[in-house]
């Protein structure tokens, strides 16, 4: 299974982007270089003429890939939400039992995914990078649009995966999405807190009581519905 999903790639809407970066050895170095970057610069301080110097090129051949550090952005979040999307449902493929799937599922929310081998991107770097910066991708004046355009697809997609998941243990719940979002947005707010605010959260990094929360948090609030 970490074979295939080693080889998976995950195909981002098209108006994302200028040219695909995985059409050239060059796209591929700025995708690898701008990953790196982000992490260790953050957001508002990365630059194309920054990563033009990493990567070693001219930043006007950046530009050729991407309209603007945003839609570069969008495009790594994008690919987390999808790589994730197939995460679960390579380790969901064999079991019959609703629980059993949706423990998975939440565990790959709070956790990352569970494959972490990826020939494209680095996973574990991308989690990293959401967890300090996937907001940034969305809370924008821009949302709007970009919703109406697609960009957030593979965002959608997992939540309704993981919704109807939340269904088939109770059908009789009324708000799966909101359930489903909420978990997915906090998991990664609650990485953010441990590292950067501790005092908002009892947990510190790595610490596995975290995912028992969550279980608690989805199959208690699922029970209760009357």
Known sequence: MERILQKIRVDINPNIYIKDPFSSDLGK??????LVLLIDLGFEHFTFKKLAMNVGCTESAIYRYFDNKHKLLLFLTSWYWGY???????ATANLTDSRKKLKIAIKILVKGPIFTQNDFIDPVQLRRLLTDEA????MTKEVDEEYKKGFFNHYHK????????????NPRFEFPKTLVSTVMESSLMQSYYSRHLPA?????????RRIDFFNNLVFKTIENEN
Not at 84 to 90: F, I, P, T
Not at 158 to 169: D, N, P
Not at 200 to 208: A, F, K, N, R, S
């Open 135 to 138: 907001t940034k991708a969305i």
């Open 84 to 90: 994730l999307e197939q995460n679960l449902v390579y």
């Open 200 to 208: 908002l959260t009892e947990y510190q990094p790595g610490d596995e």
């Open 29 to 34: 170095e700025i995708i690898s270089q701008s």
């Open 158 to 169: 997992l939540g309704e995966r993981i919704a109807h998941l939340v269904l088939e243990v």
